[in-house]
């Protein structure tokens, strides 16, 4: 239990600072007067007060804050939120968000880095394997199958399956000679695929983790938000839960290890900026749209309007929040 403890406040912690800090940052650049930069919720643990904003680290790791001047209702100061032009607002409000995606994508980054990928270098071979009686040893580089040049495991997954059974010529490079073996693949009955015996050795390539990290960081980010345009239809595939629910889901995670850890943290904080961005009242989405409003008509909403609009939301959420914490304990 303790394990799963320490690793939600980890996980969540590094998610709240990124998202906070994305708003901290790019208020300052902005010039917008900041009361209290804050990590956690309830009662304050630590505090420091700075030239001008207080730096806080509160009870309860499940969100935190920026407290700016004229962010919840009208104010005189120059250097107040809502005296800032449309744009500026925005860009403070979709940081959070940003800062979420941009964490997600490093942390996806570092896993792939450090699980290396897979490459047309031999790694293992079956044995009495296709491949063992042709000839074929760990450390072989394959070079080419058939007329079609081979450069990485994908290519020769492709190349071995395209053979429907028949025999090929498998170019391979060991100890800087050039070879060229006969093969004669066997299928496997369990997905009905043509292989040969061998697995790929992993390499580690800085440029190519940032390429693979791109797309893994694509298909949360897509699967992720198919999920919420289902929500409300029959379509809908896994399901939502609340802090305990993800505590359990952070635990079993950070037993299997430090890069499935990373990896969910990296899914939770793509999800919660997706989250942050819906428009709905109280989240940045909602908050986007009042001054997307304020920028068509010209002019803005009565702030105190708003101000009610977020408040209900607000308690919509903790409402919502309330309700998934004792559907997770109900579960237990």
């Keep these: 239990m303790l394990l799963k403890i320490i690793s939600f406040i980890f996980v969540f912690g590094i998610i709240v600072l990124s998202h906070e800090f994305g708003h901290f940052i790019t208020a300052r650049l902005n010039g917008i007067r900041i009361h209290e930069f804050s990590l956690g919720m ?45 744009w500026q607002r925005l860009i403070v409000l979709a940081a959070g ?80 000679s050039q ?28 440029g190519q983790s940032f390429t693979l990290a791109a797309k893994q960081f694509g298909t949360f980010f897509t699967d992720i938000f198919k999920f919420f345009t289902q929500l409300g239809s029959n379509k809908v595939e896994g399901e939502i839960v609340g802090p305990v629910g993800i505590v359990n889901v952070i635990g079993q995670a950070a037993q299997a290890g430090l890069l499935n850890l990373l990896f969910i943290a990296a899914y939770i904080s ?36 708003e101000g009610y609009v977020h408040y209900v939301g607000f308690v919509i959420l903790l409402g919502l929040m309330a309700f998934l914490v004792f559907r997770d304990i109900s579960k237990l």
């Design 42 to 86: 309830g009662p304050s643990v630590l505090k420091k007060q700075g030239p001008e904003t207080l730096y806080s680290v509160r009870l309860f790791p499940i969100g935190g804050y920026v407290r700016m001047e004229g962010e919840d209702g009208e104010s005189d100061d120059p250097r107040s939120f809502v005296q800032k032009k449309p």
């Design 97 to 176: 968000a940003m800062m979420n995606f941009l964490l997600a994508y490093v942390l996806i980054v570092i896993i792939m880095f450090s699980v290396g990928y897979p490459s047309n270098i031999v790694d293992q071979v079956l044995e009495g394997s296709p491949a063992e009686v042709a000839g074929i040893q760990s450390g072989d580089k394959i070079i080419r199958i058939g007329d079609t040049p081979i450069d990485s495991w994908e290519s020769v997954i492709e190349g071995i399956d395209s053979s429907d059974g028949s025999k090929l010529t498998i170019e391979i490079m060991r100890d800087g």
């Design 270 to 305: 793509i999800n919660l900026g997706i989250v942050n961005l819906l428009p709905f009242p109280a989240l940045d989405g909602g908050r986007i749209i009042f001054v997307l409003i304020e920028m068509v008509l010209g002019r803005p909403i009565n702030r105190e309007k």
């Design 179 to 206: 070879m060229v073996l006969g093969v004669t693949p066997t299928i496997d009955p369990t997905d009905n695929t043509y292989r040969i015996g061998i697995s790929s050795l992993p390499v580690r390539q800085m």
